[in-house]
T-cell receptor, first 110, second 114 residues
Framework: GQQLNQSPQSMFIQEGEDVSMNCTSS?????WLWYKQDPGEGPVLLIA?????ELTSNGRLTAQFGITRKDSFLNISASIPSDVGIYFC??????????FGKGTSLLVTP | GAGVSQTPSNKVTEKGKYVELRCDPI?????LYWYRQSLGQGPEFLIY????????DSGLPNDRFFAVRPEGSVSTLKIQRTERGDSAVYLC????????????FGPGTRLTVL
């Protein structure tokens, strides 16, 4: 599969702070997705983006599909302790297989 | 309703042994996927089923890996002559149809090959 570069690798923040993470690819994707994975669980879809330039929100989460179709970012506003987990970006081309980044580990202190 | 379930949750085996990992998808989902997640990495695609047939098995690493879905519901991932490098979490996902419909993941089976 294609390699996705996700950064930062980890973040350690205080409750209430905003968080930003991004993902880049050498290949074009038709769909960008952001997942959250808790320990011992499978990834859970947070936001799906289907069109270049699209900006989509889901509560405190906002994600954008880059104009070049080779990048995406995820912002979390006013973080809370339950935001702790590993966040993955994933790109999907004309097929169905998801190509995941290596993840961003988020730790939130009260 | 019930999500994707996978059994066993943990499997420890010895090098050279054969293992089977089971996935029960969400009822009515025609598409089923297997991914492998190594420590500190994102999931990597292994195989995709549409109904009973493997539509794409290009992610299977070698011929020791095989998967079936004989009745278009439950799927079994089979690994022969396991190697230590096969140790990982094996995730199953299902979706209502193929294409870009949302994939719902199970909790995974953690395989450890000693």
């Amino acid at each position: 599969g294609q390699q996705l570069n996700q950064s930062p690798q980890s973040m350690f923040i205080q409750e209430g702070e905003d968080v930003s993470m991004n993902c880049t690819s050498s290949s074009i994707f038709n769909t960008w997705l952001w997942y959250k994975q808790d320990p011992g669980e499978g990834p859970v879809l947070l936001i799906a983006l289907y069109k270049a330039g699209e900006l989509t929100s889901n509560g405190r989460l906002t994600a954008q599909f880059g104009i070049t179709r080779k990048d995406s970012f995820l912002n979390i506003s006013a973080s809370i302790p339950s935001d702790v987990g590993i966040y993955f970006c994933a790109g999907q081309d004309s097929g169905y297989a998801l190509n995941f980044g290596k993840g961003t580990s988020l730790l939130v202190t009260p | 309703g019930a999500g994707v379930s996978q059994t066993p949750s943990n499997k420890v085996t010895e090098k050279g042994k054969y293992v089977e990992l089971r996935c029960d998808p969400i009822s009515g989902h025609t598409a089923l996927y297997w991914y492998r997640q190594s420590l500190g990495q994102g999931p990597e695609f292994l195989i995709y089923f549409q109904g009973t047939g493997a539509a794409d098995d290009s992610g299977l690493p070698n011929d020791r890996f095989f998967a079936v879905r004989p009745e278009g519901s439950v799927s079994t991932l089979k690994i022969q002559r396991t190697e230590r490098g096969d140790s990982a979490v094996y995730l199953c996902a299902s979706s209502p149809s193929g294409g870009d419909s949302e994939q719902f993941f199970g909790p995974g089976t953690r395989l450890t090959v000693l």
